[in-house]
Structure formats: C-alpha cells, structure tokens
C-alpha cells in the first residue's frame, strides 16, 4: 500500500523526466561514435542525425522539467497516486510472467514456455476450472506449432526441446497423405481436452 | 482499347472454377495471416513462391494477388479488434479503429474498412487501366528530393496528431526518429547505435516492434489498469439495426473516400513510397479538411475509410514501379518480383507490352480479389466480433502470445521480443503521463525513407538544401515541399486566423 | 497443478521414447527444416538464388525436410554472420554467401567474426559478373560509344555513380577503378539493385556498376546499355558487350560468388551430405536454365578447391577495402 501511495504523478512526471533527460545524453553519446559533422567540404556524418536529434529530445525532456519547476503541467500539480496498489499488483506480475516467459523461450524454447506461462496467467487472473486450464494451455502451443511451422514454415526457437520434435517433422514431410496428417492434427488438437476431462473425473 | 481487353481477361481467368477456388483460399490465408500481429503478405507469398514451380504462373499469380489483398484487409482486422496494427499499413486505422471497437461500434469500423479498401481497389484498378503506362515515366522522374520532399509532406500532414503537451509531442516524434537511425547506416556503411555491441541492433529497430510494443503489450497493461481484469474489454451488439447503423456511417465518409483512392494511388505509384506514407497522409489530409476534426482519433468511421481507402488503392499502385521499373514498395512486393524472374518474366519498361497477358491478369485478379475479399469481410465480421466476446482474462495471455510470436517472427531473433517488452513497458508509462506515442510510431515509419532521401540529395547538391526548392532544376521537389511547408505551418497560423476572424465577428 | 506435472511427463516421455527409436545409426539426413540465412534483404540477387534452391529442392524433393530462407540483412552481413558463428556444430544451418562475407569480417571488426575458421564453406554454385552501365540518353554521358570513351570523360568530369550501399561491392569496384584509371566519381547509395539500376534510367546518376540480373529490364528495352563486363570472356547473355580482357583490362576482373556454408564444428558425415544436395541442385535443369539464361555463371567449385579460391578472394577484398580508406 504505501510504496504506490509514495509514487505520486508528480514525482512520477520528474522522475521519468530525468531518466529521459539521462537516455537522450547516452544517446547523444553513443551517436558521437561516428562523426557528428556537416560543412561544406564533408557530407553529413553518419553520427550528424542521431545526435542532434537526441539533443532535441534533451531539450524537450528540460522543457519538461521547467514545465514541472514552474507548475506549468497538469501533472506537476498532482499528487494522487501515480497507479492503485491492485493494479500495480496485477501489472507487476503480468510484467514479471512475460520476461520469464522469454527468459524460458530461450532455454526451454516457445512451446514449452507457453504451456507453463498460460497456466499460470490463466491460473491467476481468471476464474476457470483447471480442466479449461489445462487444455487451453495445451491446445494454444499446438495450434502455435501447427500455424507457424507447419503453414508459414516459420522456425519458433525451440531451445532444448528441439530433439523433441524431430519425429513430428519426420511425421510432417514424411509420404503420408494429406488426409492422414488432417486427422493427425486434429487427433492432437483433441487428445489433450480428451485427456484432461478424464483425468479429472478419476482426480474427482 | 487493348488494354481493357487484356484486363477482362485476366478477370475471366481468375474467375474460371479452379483459379476461383484458389482465390478464395488464398483470400483467407491473406486475412488470417494479415490479422495476426507480425505477420503479414509477406509470410503468406513467401511460403508460396516454391508452391509457385508446380501450378502454372497464372494461377500462382491469382493466388499471391488474393494473399496480398487478404493480407491488407486483415491488418484492418487487427488494428480493430485487438488495436494492434498488424502491418505499417494499418497503422493509422489503429487511430480511430481501435475508439469505434471500444464505444461498442467494432461493426462500423470492421464495415467501414472494408468498404472503404473495396473503394480503393476498385478506383486503383481504374485509374490504373488509363494512365499506367504514362504513369510510369512519372515514377521514373521521381527521385531522391521529390522523395525526401514527400516525406516531409507525410510529416506535415500529421501536425495536428500530437497531444496538448508540446514538448512531448516533438520528443515523441524525436525518439521515434532517433530510433529508425539504429543500425548500418546506408550511406556510409557505418553501424550505428550498436548498444553494447548486441548484434541484434545491427539490424535495426523495426517498426512492428515498436507498435506490437506500444500497441499490444503497453495497450494490455493500460487496459489490465482500467480494468483490473474484471470486465470485458468493450461493449458489443449484433443486429440487424446495428448493421444498417454501419451502413448508414459510411454515408459520412464520401470525401475520406475520394482523398483515400486518388491520394492513395498517386502516392503508391512513386517508387520507394508505397502504401504507408500514403495511408498516413491520407489520414492526416482528411483529419485536416474534415469539418469535425477534433472527432478524429476518438472514433469516426472516416477516420477508418481513410487510411483503409489509401492503402488498397496504393497497393494496387504500387504494381507499377515494381512492374515497370522493378522496384520493390515492400518486402512482399520484393518477393514477387523474385518470384516474377524465376518465371521468366523481367520486369522493365517492357513488360507492358511484351508481357500484357501478366501485367493485366495481375491486376485483373487483384480486382477480383479485392471484391471477393470484400464479401468474405462481410460475412466474416460476426466471426471477428466473436473476439470481443472474449473474456480479458483469456483474451490478455492470447495477445501476450500473439506479440510474443510476432515479435519474433519478421527478424527471427528473440533481441526484437525483449525490446518490444521494454516499448511496451516504457510506452505504458509514457502514456500514463501524457506523453503521446502515435507520433513516435509514424517516426519510426517513415524516419528511415526520410533519411535515406535527404542524404542521397545532399550528395547530389553537395550538401546544399537549395536542392529542395529550386522551381527550376526539381520542379516536382520544390512543389511538394512548398506544399508541405505551408501544411506544416498553417495550423500555428490557425489559432490567429481564427483570433481575426472571430474579432470581424463581434465587431 | 499436480494433473499439468503428470500430463507434462507423460507428453516427454512419450516424446523420448519416440527419438530413441528413431535415432539409429544411418547416413545424415535433416532431421529438421533446414534454415538457410540468407545476408541481405528480400528481392536482392542472393535471396533469389536462395528462393530458387528452396523451390528445386522442395518440387523434386531433393531432400526429406524442407530448406527455409530466412532473411538477415542487418549489418550489411554482419547480423546473418554472428548468427552462423553462434550455431556452430547446428547441422541445420546454412548460411548463402554475398561478397559482404568477405568485405564484413574486415569492416567491422567489432564483430570478432573469423572468416576461416566460423565458417565450413560447402560449395560454390554460381559467379555474378558485374558490368559498367550508362544511360542510353543519359545527359552528361552523351557520346559515350565504348569504355574508354567513358574513361576519358570521367577523368576530366565529376560523374555520379549509383551503388547498392557504402563499402558494398560496386562501391569497392569503384575504388577499384579510381587507382587503375584515375577517374574519380560521387557515390550515391541506394538501397537495392533495382533503385540503381532506377536512379541510371531516370537521369540522377550518371552510370552504375551493376549485375546483369538488376538492370536486365533497361537493358532489354534499350534504356540503358553496358560499356564493359569484368571478365575474361564475353557472356552470351550480352553477346555485344566486349570484356575487359578484350579490351585489355586484365586487372578489371570481379566476380559476385554465390556460394554456401554451414557453420563452423559440423561432422564431415554432414558436410558431405549438403554438398551433394546443393551438387543434385546445381544439375537440375530447371536451375541451370534459369541462371544461364540470367546472364550468370554456372561455376561449381567444392573441396579445397573452394578454400584456396575463398582465401584468394579474401586476400584481394582485404588489398581493395585497405587501397580504398
């Protein structure tokens, strides 16, 4: 409760002001890598853009800040809380799933990743019955699979999962039939929502 | 009149049982893989191009021109449904698609956009048929300081976009700007902004990142605020009143329409152009002219047409530079036209006449495809607004996923998807605090065609800016310029004229 | 939880029995789709070549798992080259060369990239030539009948050349010419062939050095014609346009290789397998007809033969890049 009380809009506006203030000299910086320089006898460098563009932004970011000094901005004035403690909380934790998320797509690759992360978000936000959990979790990287590799022959990262799907490639361009494979997706597309209802029937 | 000839037969074949079929599917493909963020035509012709060495070139034409078609409908969808632009060219349908979803009118707008790029294509096929070929030399003509004068135009046109807060307005549209110049620069084949030396900077920040970013992730979180993840995300009635209501809109939107496919189609025919500048400018000149600007960005179904209008007309336009002087408008065009040369077809100023039975079946099927995906849009929007009838809580992880995946897909590279969690991160907090971030999506958009333009024409002048307004040397530069210039500062006279005005009034 | 933890065990097992099965000891063949990184945006001269080995292989099924292009153009090569270098010993990657394989390494050393030793080269398939192009009505090259014509009229004229990119390929030909012929030209950079070959026709450069493919359609319609190509022999896709060596240019000799590689740590069993795929490739008749008739070189070189002609190449493009700054 107190932390997000103690974060204001005001201090909120200052303080992101400053980091961009920060950000804008970095990039400024980082431009000064390559030559900054426009004249008669040299073309625009390389650097000539981002850094005078980052020098605006700069200037920008103080115009705010003197906006702010001065009490010129509708948010130097305020000072109700720059966000409530149960959206902070739902936010945070959305934020926090999504990097372990693509932190986890990294090693374990996307499909795997996705079941654990769509249990879980599932699992926290939503009131649904764990069956529905469970086969959502699983049908979504399925049809994932199915949508980018199979249609859009789009490569996911696969991480150490990889040498899991070696025999549904095989399956995939080996000499079956198309009507082979159409059942065969939709057999997979059924089997876990088949699965979880009898499992929870006997866990019952 | 030949050329009407050629085209009804390229309409005839696209319409025999077989090319139908293909069409048809290849409609769907398009609007599936356009409505999902990230991915666009691109991927569908691409996946399309080996199928292309076993059916015959006229049928895979057919079907790469309903991908393509599909495609563009379907960025519409997303930007509507989920308020995520799915390709560059629907950005600006996010502006005023995504408020109509939200107020409960998801109908008008999906009706609305699909009309609308009906109109556009059909009056691009059109003008295509009659100018084409005298069109071409245009195109020809039209260099690096018409191209950086158009862009300056593009830019002009969407003054009035920003919020109230005018420093934040021009540091949004600054770090957008600063951002399109990460990676190898161009014209000195330097690498710049390469933080940390992370090869995933090399290649650049891509648009689509930025507006999955801002648009998916950021919108999710503001959304999750609002909400607390309780309510549905917007309103939503189906009827046959509602439907009439759509129609009866679209009434309204008889000049966005006008500006959309005249606009859209001159500014796709110019090379290095292509359908975004002219969606963007498209919007911005019916938000300028319209009597109730101040309605835009807050759900007007114009607002809709207009962009939706001008991206289907250039598409279409955008045949003619590829055609006549191969040069590829987009990455999918781009495959095309590889797809073109493994066929044996070589595009230039012959093509026209050597190759009429390809250039006019090609755009024969895109008209037919344009009406078949007109239909199908039509019938499909229950469908679509089934989406809506998702709860949030089921809804969010779905988009998550979807950005996650669109992220990643375009460069294949898992650097784009942690950038894009930091812009959706950043552009939520931004946004809390006024910052607008539409300006710094356009940025990012046409930073790059911007750029590239200005330093090509300083080599030539060397180094002088002269060489943007001399009437005499770059007739066409000059004009656009002055044209943008006098758009860029008419509304800081606007307050003052109307101060004057209004005087006149009570004295 | 406990049902996903039960069910999650149950799919990887499942799975696991499935591979063990499968893996035996037989001769490499892709277990995966194949990625091929292609260095450059879509449309360029190597994603063609990449899109048509993909079609070949994928029509005549050449191979039990489809190749799949992926373009990384970030970095002029740079992006697709760190990405190879970090699959080393991944038998599922194949890298597509442009020359920007052989300029990068040099240009950006930042990159660490060791051109001999990230790469295992697998077998060139094709050689670009590159020609010097004008204008056919072109302004400031009025006139202009043969290339020594233009020799002297560049010499006492600043020209403007149009080029695919700064420290790309025709820029470095440019250098190339400016210490052999003392001619000196502004280079304006464009953002593909095409645009090239674009900005030649529409009159903002004054001429171009580029491939056959790019300006095939100004060719054909007589917008623009060729001086010169840069090869010991005439090509019968451009019967009338002499060599260099014909007209005793022997130094003014560059080739645009499209060769493969995969990355660096791969089984030999593996390289064998990929060369006689892209051998089976380079045979088939619809690739052959497509190239020739392309104004391109068919140029099969495997082996040791393809190292030596790498390090030569290397060699020379590190000799141009070190005359050029």
């Known amino acids: ?204 | 009149m030949e050329t009407v000839g050629f085209l009804l037969d390229g309409i005839f074949t696209s319409l025999q049982w077989f090319n139908l079929a293909l069409l048809i599917f290849g409609c769907l493909i398009g609007l599936f893989v356009g409505a999902m963020p990230g991915l666009g035509s691109v991927n569908g012709v691409a996946i399309l191009i080996p199928i292309t060495f076993i059916i015959p070139p006229t049928a895979a034409i057919i079907f790469l021109a309903a991908v393509y078609y599909g495609a563009m409908y379907g960025g519409a969808i997303s930007s509507v449904m989920l308020g995520i632009p799915g390709a560059s060219t629907a950005v600006a349908t996010v502006f005023d698609g995504r408020p109509l979803a939200v107020k409960g009118e998801a109908m008008t707008a999906l009706t609305a956009a699909a009309v609308g790029s009906f109109v556009g294509g059909t009056v691009s096929v059109i003008l295509f048929t009659l100018f084409a070929p005298p069109l071409a030399e245009v195109a020809l003509r039209f260099n690096a300081p018409e191209t950086f004068a158009l862009m300056v135009m593009a830019f002009a046109t969407f003054v009035g976009l920003g919020g109230d807060d005018v420093p934040k307005t021009i540091f949004s549209i600054l770090i957008g700007l600063a951002l399109s110049t990460i990676g190898l620069d161009l014209i000195t084949g330097k690498p710049r902004l390469i933080f940390f030396n992370i090869p995933g900077f090399l290649h650049g920040i891509n648009f689509l990142v930025l507006a999955i970013g801002i648009y998916g992730i950021g919108e999710m979180l503001w959304t999750l605020e609002e909400t607390k993840g309780k309510v549905q995300m917007s309103k939503l009635s189906v009827n046959m009143k509602e439907v009439g209501r759509a129609f009866g809109a679209l009434k309204k939107t008889i000049m966005a329409m006008n500006i959309g496919s005249f606009l859209g189609f001159f500014v796709g025919i110019l090379p290095a152009a292509g359908a975004t500048p002219a969606s963007l400018m498209s919007y911005g000149i019916t938000k300028q002219l319209s009597k109730n600007s101040k309605e835009f960005g807050e759900g007007v179904p114009a607002g809709v047409v207009a962009p939706e209008c001008a991206n289907n007309s250039a598409s279409t336009g955008s045949m003619l530079p590829m055609l006549t002087l191969g040069i590829p408008g987009s990455p999918t065009t781009a495959i095309l036209l590889g797809g073109m040369i493994l066929w044996g077809l070589t595009p230039g100023p012959l093509l026209f006449t050597q190759e009429p039975e390809f250039v006019w079946g090609l755009i024969g099927s895109l008209y037919i495809a344009n009406f078949f995906t007109l239909v199908l849009n039509i019938a499909l929007i229950p469908a679509f607004l089934m989406v809506l009838r998702i709860p949030f809580a089921i809804l969010a992880p779905v988009i998550f996923v979807l950005c996650v995946t669109g992220g990643y897909a375009p460069t294949q590279s898992l650097h784009d998807v942690w950038l894009m969690l930091l812009f959706g991160f950043a552009g939520y907090i931004l946004r809390k605090l006024d910052y607008p971030v539409a300006p710094a999506v356009l940025s990012i958009v046409l930073g790059p065609l911007a750029e590239k333009a200005l330093r090509q024409s300083l080599i030539l002048s060397d180094g002088s800016m002269g060489i943007f307004f001399d009437v005499s040397e770059k007739p066409i530069a000059a004009v656009i310029m002055y044209i943008a210039i006098v758009l860029l500062i008419m509304p800081a006279f606007g307050p003052l004229y109307r101060r004057l005005f209004k005087k006149k009034q009570t004295a | 939880m406990s049902i996903i933890k039960k069910l999650a065990l149950v799919v990887v097992s499942l799975s696991l029995v499935a591979v063990s099965s499968v893996s035996s000891a037989k001769p490499f063949s892709p277990k995966k789709p194949v990625e091929l990184i292609i260095p450059a945006g879509q449309g360029g001269g190597a994603d063609e070549i990449a899109r048509l080995v993909q079609g070949v292989i994928e029509k005549n099924d050449y191979a039990s798992k489809p190749v799949i292009p992926i373009n990384k153009s970030g970095g002029s090569g740079g992006e697709a080259m760190t990405y190879v270098k970090k699959k080393a010993g991944d038998e599922h990657t194949l890298i597509i060369t442009l020359n920007n394989v052989l300029t990068t390494p040099v240009n950006q050393p930042e990159l660490g990239i060791d051109f001999f030793n990230d790469f295992t080269p697998l077998a060139r398939l094709i050689t670009d030539t590159f020609l010097v192009w004008i204008a056919t009505e072109g302004k400031n090259t009025a006139g202009v009948e043969t290339f020594d014509d233009f020799i002297d009229l560049a010499k006492g004229n600043g020209l403007v050349m149009g080029g695919t990119g700064s420290m790309s390929e025709d820029e470095l030909l440019l250098g190339m010419m400016r210490g052999q012929f003392g001619f000196d030209a502004k280079y304006v950079p464009y953002s593909g062939g095409g645009a090239v070959a674009k900005g030649l026709v529409g009159g903002e450069s004054d001429f171009t050095l580029n491939n056959p493919s790019e300006q095939m359609g100004f060719y054909q319609s007589g917008d623009s014609k060729a001086l010169v190509m840069m090869t010991p022999e005439r090509n019968p896709a451009f019967p009338e346009v002499p060599s260099s060596y014909e007209l005793g240019y022997p130094d003014l000799e560059y080739y645009m290789m499209r060769a493969f590689m995969a990355p660096a740590g791969i089984d030999a069993e593996v390289e064998k397998y990929y060369t006689g795929l892209l051998h089976t490739v380079y045979h088939d008749d619809e690739f052959q007809t497509f190239n020739i008739d392309d104004g391109k070189l068919m140029s099969w070189l495997e082996g040791f033969g393809l190292k030596d002609f790498l390090a030569i190449e290397y060699a020379k493009h590190g000799e141009i890049i070190k005359n050029f700054n």
């Not at chain 1, 769509?118 to 529905?132: G, P, Q, V």
């Not at chain 1, 086969?135 to 022959?153: G, N, R, V, Y």
């Open chain 1, 1 to 204: 409760m107190s932390i997000t009380n103690k974060i204001t809009v005001k201090r909120a506006e200052i303080a992101v002001a400053v980091i961009l203030a920060l950000c804008s000299i970095a990039l400024m910086i980082k431009s000064a890598e390559n030559r900054i320089t426009w004249n008669a006898e040299e073309n625009m460098g390389a650097g000539f853009l981002p850094f005078y563009l980052s020098l605006g932004m700069l200037i920008c970011t103080i115009l705010t800040i003197i906006k702010f000094v001065l009490k010129r901005s509708p948010q130097s004035k305020d000072d109700s809380p720059f966000i409530d403690a149960v959206a902070f909380k739902f936010i945070a934790v959305t934020i926090i799933s999504l990097v372990v998320l693509v932190l986890a797509i990294g090693y374990l690759g996307i499909y795997f990743s996705l079941i654990f992360f769509l249990a879980f978000y599932l699992r926290y936000f939503s009131e649904k019955r764990i069956s529905f959990i469970t086969i959502f979790a699983i049908t979504t990287p399925i049809l994932t699979f199915l949508f980018f590799e199979w249609m859009l022959k789009i490569p996911l990262p696969q991480g150490v999962s990889e040498p899991l799907f070696y025999p549904v490639y095989d399956f995939m361009y080996g000499g079956f039939s198309f009507a082979v494979k159409m059942i065969f997706i939709i057999l997979t597309v059924l089997l876990p929502t088949a699965l979880v209802f009898l499992t929870s029937r006997f866990i019952k």
